[in-house]
């Protein structure tokens, strides 16, 4: 399975390539996103169904090229403590539907 190079994190090729990768999400399911956000598996597994399929929806968005300034919204959440990171994740996926 190819996985998105740390390098590249936070970038339009890292969210499309982890988007695209079907084989990824049929092994781990919404827990992939703990990956990709980098955030405790706990805090996934925490969310209602519906939020992680914001969480979804928000990360189609951050794939498209047209979502820089989504991509640059996640960017400041870099360095904040995983519960900030959490709840401002989960807000911004609301802004992307």
């Known amino acids: 399975m190819n996985r998105p190079k740390s390098e590249t994190k936070g970038t339009l090729d890292f969210y499309r ?13 919404y827990d992939g996103l703990a990956v990709i956000f980098d955030l405790p598996l706990e805090s996934i597994r925490s969310l209602s169904e519906a939020q992680k399929r914001d969480l979804m929806r ?7 090229a047209t979502c820089e300034d989504l991509r640059r919204e996640l960017q400041v959440l870099e360095g904040q403590s995983e ?15």
Do not use: P
């Open 83 to 97: 519960e900030d990171r959490l709840a401002g994740i989960v807000r911004l996926s609301g802004l992307g539907g």
């Open 17 to 29: 390539g982890a988007f695209e990768n079907g084989g990824f999400w049929s092994c781990f399911g």
């Open 58 to 64: 928000l990360l189609s968005h951050l794939a498209d």
